[in-house]
């Protein structure tokens, strides 16, 4: 193994271990009632975010939107799909360990969907059910994250 090749491993294994362990401020005291009913309304919120943004026509092809909008309908499918893997996985009574790397991959979506989304035209009615996405998350993300910032509406 090549020295350059030992530090990528050291450095990979130490991303994970320090990803597991909390950093920071505290993290919201554990409530497994409370993370899965959250977890319940955001897989909800979801769905009802995906069906609406799917009712919503798309800008034209060849529009300066419509890569950023096909994007985003992808980024929606994924995010909808971790919220209803993140409830199910509660609701089966795992608790903070075997969650959290569901989060993270749900919060990483997030996070890219929100760049698509400042390119991207949407309606009223897609921007209120982002908006209820947006809150329970914002509920939810003090279980998980120590260093939680409540999400902000995205701006174009």
Do not use: C
Not at 21 to 29: Q, R, S, T
Not at 102 to 123: H, N
């Amino acid at each position: 193994m090549t020295r350059s090749h030992r530090l990528l491993v050291a450095a990979t294994a130490f991303g994970v271990l320090a990803a597991g362990a909390p950093v920071g401020a505290d993290l919201a005291k554990w409530d497994q009632a409370k993370v899965t009913t959250l977890a319940k309304q955001l897989a909800d919120a979801t769905q009802a975010l995906s069906d609406t943004f799917y009712k919503q026509p798309p800008p034209g092809r060849g529009s300066m939107q419509s890569r950023g909008y096909e994007q985003l309908k992808q980024k929606i499918r994924a995010i909808r799909m971790e919220a209803g893997a993140l409830s199910g996985s509660l609701e089966k009574g795992e608790g903070y360990e075997e969650t959290v790397p569901s989060y993270d991959s749900l919060m990483e979506l997030v996070r890219a969907a929100r760049g698509d989304a400042q390119q991207v035209f949407s309606t009223a009615d897609v921007q209120q059910k982002a908006t209820a996405v947006r809150g329970v998350l914002n509920e939810i993300s003090p279980y998980y994250d120590p260093d939680a910032v409540p999400l902000q509406p995205v701006m174009r």
